[in-house]
């Protein structure tokens, strides 16, 4: 397949992982690395995580394959300056909101792009949150894949699958909108939750009888500002949109309390129930 | 401390899991069990939970202690019934809201009760649910533990610590408040947001997207709807003030994301990474 050279620009915790498991399957490979922020870089360097480092990712265009696990107003940028990339290279996006890339990138490269979504990650962030299994035995979603030149459909397929990933295939718009049930608007309950919590007068005694079920809820509320109001702002109306729908069934359950309708309470949670017969 | 027979009323995860944890701490030890559901009793003592089990819990008045770990309601009218127990007898009520069992108690009766939380559970409920560490490392509140006796108060302290717990002392009212919004609320948080996305238009391609965050947030959704409704039920007001909590935090972020407040947004993420600096 001809991969000899994988250029990775952003090197947190999606980037630096997808090194660590690029090198233990491609063996003879180099990966070179880019982040804008120089201490990450280093870090990045000194973490093994990639053996050299490039002080700017134009510098990438030698490589075979560029990924950009970079925030998505960052690897709309990039994409805009890499417009002179040669037809053969394949460039991977990683971002969490897929449309926008997928329609905004410059046309004459347009072919060389495939917007993937890793369905992967973990509420840590930074190059030493990196480990080689982030990826693996997850679902990627591969959007609007007939843009994609076929040469690039088949490297994308063929890596992704050699770290042990599923490929699903969809729409960008059906993505973000998915994307917005599934992880997004499930962030933003996380947030809340853990915000709820904290405003009472007294959180520490609270919080001390945390058992698992909190921990769990709230462990997404540990998640990047930064990287998460991104994704908010890249992906507005679906959020919206999801966030309704959320509080459309969470005001049922205060209707049902309200009340006293235990039996339609249960029924209500029965139907929940039911979600773990398909996940 | 004299402990030689143990009596268990509910066999199902709280109750089994106890029993393989006494056991394995006190082995010369006598385990009796009870079942108001005579399958579930079966099945206990097919897995080996209990070797023996009664056909009425009013036959455990033989045993130095009785776990009584039963929905709330049966809790209640259980203590209604032991009213003549024996002045030496400890009864340790595990349920989830406090108060109630605190206040109702026959005042005949209420110093051999200990009114116990313990900050453990699985979404799983049953007798085959049950497993011996469920109880380790983790959290028990105890309530109003003035109105135990006196032995009543060392014999639990002794069991719950031997078992590997944490204990915390707490008032009942206290405790069902914070319990609602550490414990029940999250609850209600997760059956909504099964139900949002059971209702989409195609949730199997949405779940086929689920990642590891949406996985825990949904995880405590699959919990039993009979014992989470009898729970709400016993814990009204205080689900229905930690719900409203939860939604003005989320109001929140919605503002911000409708504003495009992002600085705000952000900021207020900040405000929920900081619950990690105590949880």
Redesign the interface.
């Known amino acids: 397949m001809g991969i000899e050279k994988i250029g990775i620009v952003g090197l947190g915790l999606m980037g630096g992982s997808l090194a660590l498991a690029l090198r233990k399957k491609y063996q003879n490979i180099k990966i070179y690395g880019y982040d804008h922020n120089s201490e990450h870089a280093e870090e990045a360097r000194e973490l093994g995580l990639v053996k050299e480092v490039v002080d700017d990712y134009s510098k990438l265009d030698m490589c075979d394959v560029i990924f950009l696990a970079t925030p998505i107003d960052g690897s709309i940028e990039i994409l805009q300056n890499l417009s002179n990339i040669k037809k053969e290279t394949t460039i991977v996006d990683l971002g969490s909101t897929k449309a926008l890339i997928s329609n905004t990138t410059p046309s004459t490269i347009r072919e060389n792009l495939v917007a993937a979504h890793p ?4 509420e840590k962030s930074g190059p030493s949150a990196s480990f080689e299994t982030l990826y693996a035995g ?2 990627v ?1 591969l959007c609007d894949i007939n843009k994609s030149g076929e040469k690039q459909q088949k490297l994308a397929q063929k890596i992704f699958t050699d770290i042990g990933m599923k490929i ?1 295939y ?1 729409d960008s718009k ?1 993505h973000d909108r ?2 917005a ?3 997004h ?16 007068e007294d ?21 990047s ?2 990287m ?2 991104g994704i ?2 890249r992906n ?1 109306e679906h ?2 949109e ?2 309704e ?6 005001e ?3 209707k049902f ?2 009340n ?1 309708e ?1 039996d339609l ?12 017969d ?2």
Chains 1, 2 share one sequence.
């Open positions: 369905m992967t990650g973990t997850k679902t979603v699903v969809m059906e998915h994307a049930y599934i992880s608007m499930p962030h933003a309950i996380s947030y809340a939750l853990a915000n709820s919590v904290m405003k009472q959180p520490r005694s609270i919080i001390a009888l945390a058992g698992g079920g909190f921990r769990d809820m709230s462990r997404i509320a540990k998640s500002p930064k998460w109001s908010f702002k507005k959020i919206l999801s966030i729908s959320f509080k459309n069934e969470l049922k359950c205060e309390i309200e006293e235990w309470l249960q029924a209500w949670m029965k139907e929940a129930n039911k979600l773990h398909i996940l």
